[in-house]
């Protein structure tokens, strides 16, 4: 797989080839995240598992496409903001083993502050 | 930068030692990336440009923990539905120089079909 | 029940006795819908038909207050746009009958342009 | 303008015509507010002030239909789950009253928990 460093490069040259830096303000961007996420939730609305199994069977280019979208805005808002999205993922990860330490956590969905 | 071979691991790694694996239905998943997507949006809500320079200046670890959450959700959504992220991010590019030509869209945020 | 003139005579009060009108542009606007309209759809997430049952009836007035939130910014976008709320419904419901002929779509979740 | 009662009416009699109860589970209801409220909210984004107002001028039916789809899923979800939503809206405003005092909120959007 290609590396985090080469796709961010790729994402910017391609925006900045069209000037539109202009517009990445961190507020429209992050309002781009939340339409991606929500066109990418929209394919599972209605949906049982069964039909959710099909539609991704079906409909796989389309779901990946949105999870790249997605994968986009992250990135480029990382550039923009100078963040080390891999450096920060990893912190995350961290934090959320206190968090969610395993033998409370095991099997259960709640959230930490109701562990 | 770490790979996203490895960060995918690594996140799988911390899911199935909490045993997670049977809440992560794709419509669910997709209920996070939106909802963390609204965390990070709710960052430069209310606020104008210079407030949000500002503000980032001030909580750069918080939307780091914001932007590695949506991250997080994508490298995870990715691997369940075997989806290389990589190569679909690259796909997308491609496809988006089609719909957005250089000449046609420079400085302009003109949607695609309206171009 | 109050009536919507009422009620969005109370919504503006509210807002002009804090002077707060001067924050509600139409984008931070819609980003309050989006946020809290995310508000309530967490309450839902990770559980299945049974657990939600059993969380609405032990929650209800949280949900109906995410509900109220999401009432108070339409009922505020609207007033501020200066769009009959009401008339729009009507109007909407009119044109998703056309769109959605009973024949056709009766007992399918199928979106109109697939119908 | 009609009352909340006769708008609900409306809509739970286009809802049963079409025999559509069967899906409005109240996790793909939420998702619909959210998917909704994500429309409505893609008409400011990437645009300034000006280009906002010169948009609502030329957009204004397309602006109230968004308006409409969501207000639609607030009375349909309201009804569904038996909540009284003008009754609801007032309680939330006496509890945003207690939460922000006028004094120390005017002119201010600061969250009540750093007020």
Redesign the interface.
């Known amino acids: 797989?290609?590396?985090?460093?080469y796709?961010t490069w790729?994402?910017i040259n391609?925006r900045d080839?069209?000037?539109?830096k202009?517009?990445h303000?961190?507020?429209?961007v992050?309002?781009?995240?939340?339409?991606?996420?929500?066109e990418?939730?929209?394919?599972?609305?209605?949906?049982n598992?069964l039909e959710?199994k099909k539609h991704?069977a079906t409909n796989?280019m389309e779901?990946?496409?949105e999870?790249?979208?997605?994968?986009?805005w992250?990135l480029l808002?990382?550039h923009d903001?100078d963040?080390?999205?891999?450096?920060?993922?990893?912190?995350?990860?961290k934090?959320?083993?206190i968090k969610?330490p395993?033998e409370k956590?095991?099997?259960k969905?709640t959230k930490y502050n109701k562990l």
């Open positions: 797989m290609k590396s985090l460093k796709l790729k994402i391609f080839a069209r000037d539109w202009q517009f303000n961190p507020k429209d992050a309002i781009s995240l939340v339409l991606e996420a929500s990418l939730m929209a394919h599972f609305q209605w949906k598992n959710i991704i796989k779901i990946s496409e999870l790249a979208d997605i994968f986009y992250v808002m990382s903001l963040i080390n999205i891999a450096e920060a993922l990893e912190k995350k990860l934090k959320n083993e969610y395993v956590s095991r099997g969905h």
